[in-house]
């Protein structure tokens, strides 16, 4: 058992601490936010994320996980401190590093022995050095201290499995002695285990995101090429699937990549690529893709509906995906919008992202109860985020509830044939 804080309660933060105290260390999560906080110590979980409630529940029982405001006590108590704080973009597209700097200086303050100083928040290369110079430079009296690179690669919707069960942990640190105690602290995880220098460590997380959503834009891409010509994507990705050096993963078109991580880290790359002098113009190919497909995604609502002006819209999800709340650049909030922006009266549901969007989108659409309630007198209705309860609705009670039975499914996830055959007009993507 070791004793750890994690500085930065979010959707890393959260469950980086519940899942080392499942992996049986003793966890303090702090965070600035107090009414976040609070809510915590109530077993009360700010976000949707799967098994993650229970987790937290069970640890604040046993006494493993506790929550806190006080960084300074939370460091001075642990072995392991672990900074999992936002990293936005800033005005250039760069990745805003004030808040992991701001608690470098915290720590720098708190120490009071050697503790191993984690960074998992995405961060530009070098980072790990500067967060180093910090400390060294505002700690009050002098103690040992390393700080290691340990970027996070979970996947909101599944992020407790992806934590407990990673593909990899990759280390990145100059210090054999921060190596030996991160290999231990991560002992009950059974995954391959890279161990590199920090600045290899900070490139691995980047290069990992852009070129996943390298394969989304790609994909879409070729969508819209299918589309024109004829081809099926589906069958397209499937055949390239099967080239081990290809995969299926990641080869499903539909209105791009959102999410809190990968346009702000491909953003973020291309920052790092500009700075160090090289011209990464197949990255910004991959934004450009990514815009103009949410784009096509409205052309194509507009095609169907004949125009938009005065025409009820129903959205279903609003999610970046399924199985989660988030909605930070999510692509359907951007449909949404320019939805809204051309002239049609949208209404939306999704099943777990309401109280998010209702911040984000205000009056600008209505908001419905449920499923039903979207598809009510609907012109079009529009499906955005691969929700799984989308895909068993009642389509009859659907056609009935509508005005015109037009099917717009950015996600590829319903049927057409049944569709077809019940008597809704079907759009899928690239098919
Ligand atoms: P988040 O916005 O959900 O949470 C960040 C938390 O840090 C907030 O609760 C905020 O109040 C807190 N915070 C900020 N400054 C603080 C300070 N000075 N002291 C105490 N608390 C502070 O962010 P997130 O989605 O968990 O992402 C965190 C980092 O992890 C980012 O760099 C992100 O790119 C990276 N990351 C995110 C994911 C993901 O799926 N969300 C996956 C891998 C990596």
């Not at 098994?51 to 300074?72: A, C, M, P, Y």
């Not at 700097?101 to 960074?119: C, F, G, H, M, P």
Request: proline share 3%.
């Amino acid at each position: 058992m070791r004793k750890c804080s994690v500085i930065g309660t979010g959707y890393v933060g959260l469950v980086t601490g519940a899942c080392l105290a499942e992996l049986g260390h003793q966890v303090i999560c702090v965070d600035k936010d107090e009414e976040k906080i609070e809510m915590l110590r109530n077993a009360c979980i700010p976000i949707y994320e799967a098994e993650l409630e229970s987790l937290v529940r069970n640890h604040l029982e046993s006494g493993k996980l506790d929550f806190s405001v006080d960084i300074v006590e939370a460091v001075r108590a642990s072995e392991f401190v672990f900074i999992t704080v936002d990293t936005p973009s800033d005005e250039e597209g760069g990745a805003d590093v004030g808040n992991v700097e701001e608690v470098a200086r915290q720590i720098a303050i708190s120490l009071n022995d050697y503790k191993v100083i984690v960074n998992k928040s995405t961060v530009p290369v070098g980072t790990t050095k500067r967060v180093e110079r910090i400390i060294e430079e505002e700690m009050n009296e002098y103690h040992e201290f390393d700080v290691v690179s340990n970027p996070e690669f979970l996947r909101e919707g599944t992020a407790v499995f992806d934590f407990l069960k990673p593909a990899r942990i990759v280390i990145g640190s100059d210090s054999q002695k921060a190596i030996m105690l991160m290999t231990e602290l991560y002992r009950g995880i059974d995954a391959p285990l890279l161990v590199t220098d920090p600045v290899s460590a900070e490139m691995i997380k980047y290069a990992s995101n852009a070129f996943l959503a390298t394969k989304v834009s790609y994909i879409n891409a070729i969508s819209n090429i299918c589309e024109a010509v004829g081809a099926d994507v589906r069958e397209v990705a499937l055949g390239m699937g099967y080239d081990s050096r290809i995969g299926f993963e990641f080869l499903k078109p539909g209105p791009g990549f959102g999410g809190s991580c990968f346009p702000k880290d491909c953003r973020a790359l291309l920052r790092i690529a500009k700075d160090s002098g090289y011209d990464f113009k197949l990255l910004e190919g991959v934004l450009e893709v990514n815009r103009e497909q949410q784009e096509k995604m409205v052309e194509k609502i507009e095609r169907v509906a004949g125009t938009l002006k005065g025409k009820k819209v129903g959205v279903l999800g609003l999610a970046f995906k399924a199985n989660t709340d988030d909605i930070r650049e999510s692509p359907a909030i951007r449909i949404v919008s320019m939805l809204a922006e051309r002239g049609a009266l949208v209404s939306v549901y999704d099943p777990r992202a309401m109280e998010n969007a209702k911040h984000e989108l205000g009056d600008m659409v209505m908001f419905a109860s449920d499923s039903y309630d979207v598809a009510k007198d609907a012109d079009v209705l529009v499906l955005l985020t691969e929700w799984d309860e989308f895909k068993w609705l009642d389509f009859l009670k659907v056609k009935e509830l509508m005005s015109n039975p037009i099917v717009v499914d950015t996600r590829n996830c319903l049927d057409p044939v049944v569709l077809r055959k019940i008597g809704f007009v079907y759009e899928g993507v690239g098919r």
